[in-house]
């Protein structure tokens, strides 16, 4: 009876292993790739995180001189005279259309159909400590590097991409710009170069007692009380697209106007070598184009900008960025937002107090003409024509812009225009950086 009653037993239990197999094999496919999308979608949360601080306010440029002066516009002439809340939460959307991975390199995301859609894409999960002792770190860390390097200017530049991409070609922009300005501070407004490795980057110039400080930005904390403020808001809650272009260029464009704005100084792009000290001038923009036959500008550019702290021009620019942001225009709202405001001031505001500089102060080489300037003359015709444009740009250039989108994979060939300048404006003139190639 027992053996009977075992034997049924071990049928059972073959025929429930038999039930088992046949579900599993019968399971479907697709239910099989959601429970590994589901295990890779929670794997993955551990990649992004980000860390946001914010900016308090400095003291303002000190009036300068300016250097030749263009018309700003054909009928007229320039004077001389250059809640969201405070939980961890609150900047966790950072740029919204874009993410940081673990090896901080910032990529666009595709655009959601719905608002929904959008916020639940990009937000990320957050390490970022409460945000009232992140605003307070970030102060005391900026008004101690102030108080303790009495600047003798105060210099800009912001990095919203990749530690991985910044290269060479940034690096040198620093170097010209402390052999140019050697008792002046540069603050580097940056997430990814706020960080141990960035210390390294930066350590050569720290060395050499050179006052540069790479700082992690709080976008809502910077923009608060100005119009950007709002638009950042409506940005954070998926209000409005960011279009395709990419993010951090149009957030790069914001940002320098608002610093400016709120503290003064000088902003700068980190694809540019710097001939001459700026300390001299006043309240200017720089144009990139003049028109041949009336001889005024018909393009600016906001890849150099010098304005005192509270500049009504600066606001214009940023109330004109706000009104009319397009995120799918190349463009719209970096050089051709700048161009468009100044054109429509007329006679009456005269009292807005600003220079706009010719192309030969900061774009003395078009961008289609970029690549010339990285070649060595091949023969006697080729080299006077070298001599005579390193005579110019010594006389009447205080910078030259690379155009980092023409030129970032040109290499610097030995006895080219680039490496003369390179070579006259290094600080550490042995080093491999004056051939290095993009």
Partial sequence: MEESRRTEQAGLLQSLKRLIVSFVCCLPMSLLGLLIMLLLIYNSFSVFCFHLDPVPPIKSTPSLNHHQVLHHHPSVSLPSTATLTSSSKSDSLLLLAVKETSSGFIQKQNVSSTNAERRDELTPVTTQKPQGKSKERFKTRIKSFLYKSSCESLFFMTWISSIESFGDRERFTIESLFNSHPNSCLILVSNSLDCERGTIILKPFTDKGLKVLAITPDFSYIFKDTSAEKWFERLKKGMFSPGVIPFEQNLSNLLRLVLLYKFGGIYLDTDFIILKSLTNLHNVIGAQAVD???????????????????????????????????????????PYLVSRVVARINSSSLELGFSVLPPSAFYPVDWTRIRGFHRASTNESEANWSRKRLMHLRKHSFAVHLWNRESKKLRIEEGSIIHRLMSESCIFCNSSSLHYSY
């Fill in 292 to 334: 041949l036959v009336t001889r005024k500008w018909s393009r600016l550019n906001n890849a150099v900008l010098i304005f005192d702290k509270n500049h009504p021009l600066l606001e214009r620019f940023i109330n004109e960025f706000t009104r009319t942001f397009n995120g799918n225009k190349w463009g719209h709202n970096g």
